[in-house]
């Protein structure tokens, strides 16, 4: 529906909201509407009106041009029309979400009375309404409001004053991030120039900022790079006493060292994430997990752009696919498929963690059976957290109900399928075990209870009713008897009717305007209003084609079906009521069986995804090593795969050697941790540097990589700079937004870290860029002491292989065929023999007099660049150009020389063979004319 008209006069609701016109002009609807309004001035109100959603004034102009829908008028208001469109409440949830989804914030106002409630308090009487939640990019519970596979983290960002804290990159940052639909939560602090790189790793749906950072520029920008809405908070809200008071009420405890203790920044961030909830949710509680400890000493640091070059969790187009996440998802519950998103983002740094991740990995990979037992039993399990925090909110359905029932089944099930397992000698690891720990610990009492009372598909909203078993509860099963032998003595009393009157046609029906009535065709009708069927049958309305009427007794079984299904409902929400209390009793426990079963899938799929791919678990320790034995792009061999059927290439990559093994194809022992690579574009360089990234990624996060084999030194932080773009709202060129990042990089590399470069310094004069390359790679060499992948066109880098210890050259291998490059995308010792830029240039589809003309350029150029020193000429001066260009640099036209005025003179078809001959003569003459030199 696009919009709504002006409500009838006889709309129910208006006839308990009449509209005098008291003293000020302002009627009594009106004036609730105002009073509401002002106390969420910044936020869409939503008011309810009967079966819609009315917005008024300001709020109807945005919502109209939001939602497009059409933009209408009610009454007047201070002697201007007052605006107003409205959505129907059936469709509430999805204009919703578009309305979020740009930003809005949006107060909720119900309706706290039924209006023939207030119509007994006088036929002034107006509605109780009241504004019953905001909703907000941060604070979504609906299942149509929310990805399914993605968490939607509300962040509180806070930066403790002093005078050292000039600007968010020169100080220390603590962020809180709640996911209120699930409960997960995760507290830490970063350095401000790793802001950028954590919000795009959270990804949250809204960021709190205090007084101080909500003028930061800096920190706007990287929170709108990660697509998340700002909302600033009083500075007050971020509070650390009230943080840590708040928390521990939570939680449950008394105190906060069993989480691993949090700093006075940590605390006020909380204080603020956690006040917020509270006003927007109008007091009501959030179930909140543990929190998890984040922060540089733990996890893998990937900075902003490095993240969106690597591709990690969106393409560069901001989709899904075409993403390593995209990638490597085999999970088949919406939690398994957050939980994985979520180690992707998080990479670890503690190898006992990792080796305890690949453990539990690696023993799923190594039991089909189990695994996909498993799997099986994981398909059918729902999205328990997510259902328990509606319930917790009171925003839960039956339907919630029956995921708490089948999330439990499932965890049982799992849990004897993995205690068989045990039984059978294996000895789970360690995270297995946990797993199944978690997994035994449900209450058998609540499933059983939840299977009992419930059907096997409960509906959506509880007022439909119908969600309770037969069996459940005596006195609902007695009233639903009523109403089912209502039923039927409303088919023999129909049955009887068609015999009192004779027509065979005769319905009772039933709408929600009439209730029950009886309806004939119009050519029917007419016995039915003379005597004596008039004195039984009294007359209702009067349809185009149809008569209605009604009986006494029609009337009496009316009444008894309405009072049976009113107190079936009645008693049904009650049974919800208790069985929604009992499960808020269980929210922790309820709240560890989801983080197990999310845990125990991403696992599953990880082990399902190794044995379909063919990956390898990693060694990871702490040496200095990085060997990758046949490495290949985990995204581009599945397209390679899917598109061509063809296999990738794969390719070793060595930077620092457990011992001098030398790969198949380099003959050199030389112990490098900085591999200059070298080739032309569309060899492959690109690939293979994002490539070796992504499986340091994979392993770090616990996963078996795409390899023959990997021996990987943990990598505290992770570097890519590939590819090119400007950033022209900052005023910054391609190449400045390359130095920028370039200069992070050397600033923050350390001998742990992993960086991959691709062409530093192509955006500016060639000196200059070699320059700049040139003195990158003698940083990262004698300064960071990384390992680094830097690929360049700069050939003449290559001879820094010879002045430095731990720098070796490597190019993608090509060959030559019929004057056509073949790509063979091999990675060889060596430098490049050229660039072949003019072959590239030829496949990609170059007009072929471009082409030939680039190549007489390039050779000419070489040829002079040969000559070096004073030999080598100006460009204006080498014969292909000096025709071209005049003494101002403006283009000339090329002067026709003698030979070239005499061949215009000849018609060769007019030629005997001997002025041929002649001819020939005088062009030779004066071509040794031309060639002697000038006196």
């Known amino acids: 529906m696009a919009g709504r008209k002006p409500s009838q006069p006889d709309d129910p609701n208006d006839a308990a909201e009449p509209s005098p016109v008291v003293p000020d002009g302002v009627t009594p609807s009106m004036a609730q509407f105002l009073e509401i309004k002002a106390a969420n001035p910044d936020s869409i109100l939503w008011y309810r009106m009967g079966d819609f959603y009315e917005l008024f004034f300001e709020d109807a102009v945005a919502a109209s041009r939001a939602l497009s829908i059409v933009l209408t008028k009610r009454g007047k208001h201070l002697g201007d029309d007052i605006p107003m469109c409205g959505v129907p409440i059936h469709r509430a949830d999805e204009y919703l979400q578009r309305l979020i989804k740009l930003g809005y914030r949006v107060a909720v106002c119900e309706q706290l009375e039924d209006p023939a409630e207030a119509r007994k308090r006088g036929a002034k009487a107006v509605v109780r309404r009241d504004v019953v939640r905001l909703v907000t990019p941060g604070t979504l519970t609906e299942e149509t409001l929310l990805d399914a596979k993605a968490r939607n983290y509300l962040t509180a960002i806070y930066r403790e004053p002093g005078p050292e804290a000039v600007n968010a990159v020169e100080t220390r940052l603590a962020l809180a991030s709640l996911d209120i639909s699930t409960g997960e939560f995760e507290v830490g602090e970063v350095s401000g120039a790793d802001l950028a790189g954590e919000m795009i790793r959270l990804s949250p749906g809204e960021v709190l900022l205090g007084d101080g950072l909500a003028g930061d520029g800096d920190v706007k920008r990287w929170i709108a790079w990660a697509g998340a809405a700002m909302t600033p908070v009083p500075s007050a809200s971020f509070d650390s006493l009230a943080g840590e008071r708040n928390l521990k009420s939570a939680l449950g405890v008394a105190d906060l060292a069993a989480f691993g203790g949090f700093t006075r920044a940590e605390l006020a961030a909380i204080g603020a994430l956690l006040r917020y909830i509270e006003l927007t949710q109008l007091g009501a509680k959030p179930v909140i997990r543990p929190p998890r400890k984040t922060g540089a000493a733990g996890v893998l640091m990937i900075d902003a752009s490095s993240r969106t070059s690597l591709e990690l969790t969106r393409s560069t187009s901001g989709e899904k696919q075409g993403s390593l996440l995209s990638a490597i998802d085999r999970t088949v519950t919406g939690a398994g498929a957050r939980e994985l998103a979520a180690r992707l983002s998080s990479p670890l740094q503690d190898v006992a963690a990792i080796q305890q991740r690949l453990d539990a990995v690696g023993a799923l990979a190594d039991d089909e059976s189990l695994r996909g037992d498993l799997r099986e039993i994981l398909r059918g399990a729902p999205d328990v957290a997510r259902s328990v925090s509606r319930l917790a909110f009171a925003r839960g359905g039956p339907r919630d109900l029956g995921a708490v029932r089948d999330g439990l089944a499932a965890a049982r099930q799992s849990h004897d399928r993995l205690t068989g397992m045990a039984a059978a000698g294996l000895g789970p690891p360690e995270d297995l075990a946990g797993v199944i720990s978690r997994l035994g610990a449900t209450d058998a009492e609540l499933g059983a209870m939840l299977g009992a009372a419930l059907i096997e598909a409960p509906p959506h909203l509880k007022r439909d009713g119908g969600f309770v078993k037969p069996g459940w509860r005596a006195e609902l099963d007695e009233v639903r008897q009523l109403k089912d032998d209502s039923r039927k003595v409303l088919a023999e009393l129909e049955a009887q009717y068609i015999g009192d009157t004779g027509i065979k046609t005769l319905k009772i029906r039933h709408n929600n305007i009439l209730g029950y009535f009886i309806e004939v065709t119009q050519q029917n009708a007419r016995p039915m ?173 616990g996963s078996y990589v795409p390899a023959r084999s990997a021996h990987i030194g943990v990598v505290d932080r992770l570097f890519s700079r590939v590819g090119a773009a400007d950033d022209l709202a900052r005023g910054r060129s391609t190449f400045m937004v390359e130095m920028v990042e370039t200069a992070g990089i050397l600033n923050q590399s350390t001998a742990r870290s992993l960086v991959i470069l691709d062409e530093i310094g192509r955006g500016t004069a060639t000196f200059d860029g070699l320059s700049i390359a040139w003195a990158t790679v003698e940083y990262l060499h004698d300064v960071s002491g990384c390992r680094s992948l830097f690929a360049t066109h700069y050939h003449e880098l290559t001879a820094l292989a010879g002045r430095m210890p731990h720098i070796a050259n490597v190019t993608m291998d090509v060959t030559e065929w019929h004057d056509e490059i073949v790509f063979l995308h091999k990675v060889k010792r060596g430098a490049a023999a050229g660039s072949y830029g003019i072959q590239v240039a030829k496949l990609a589809g170059m007009p072929g007099r471009v082409v030939k003309r680039a190549g007489e350029v390039l050779a000419l150029l070489e040829k002079n660049d040969r000559r070096g020193g004073a030999g080598r000429k100006p460009l204006a001066e080498l014969p292909l150009f000096a025709a071209m260009v005049q003494a101002d640099d403006t283009p000339a036209r090329v002067k026709a020389s003698e030979v070239e005025l005499e061949l215009d003179k000849l018609q060769p078809d007019t030629l005997t063979p001997r002025q041929a001959l002649d001819a020939l003569y005088v062009l030779k003459q004066l071509r040794t004319s031309a060639a002697k030199p000038k006196k």
Request: glycine share 6%; hydrophobic share 45%.
């Open 529 to 701: 209003l003379s005597e004596p069927l008039s004195d039984t049958f009294r007359h209702k309305q009067t349809m185009a084609n149809a008569v209605r009427f009604t009986t006494r007794e029609l009337s009496d079984i009316e009444g008894r079906i309405a009072s049976a299904g009113e107190r079936a409902l009645a008693i049904e929400l009650d049974v919800f009521t208790e069985l929604s209390a009992r499960v808020s009793g269980q929210e922790h426990a309820l709240s560890a069986v989801s983080a197990a079963l999310a845990e125990l899938d991403h696992i599953a799929a990880l082990a399902e995804l190794a044995q379909e791919q063919g990956w390898v678990r990693p060694q990871v320790d702490t040496s200095d090593v990085f060997e990758i034995r046949g490495g290949r792009h985990p995204v581009v061999e599945q397209a390679l795969r899917q598109a061509k059927g063809s296999a990738f290439i794969e390719n070793d990559c060595v930077l620092g050697r457990a011992a001098a093994v030398t790969p198949p194809g380099f003959d050199e022992e030389k112990d490098a941790r900085i591999w200059l690579v070298t080739g032309p574009n569309m060899a492959g360089k690109s690939t293979f540097l994002r490539q070796n990234a992504l499986i340091a990624v994979l392993a770090q996060m």
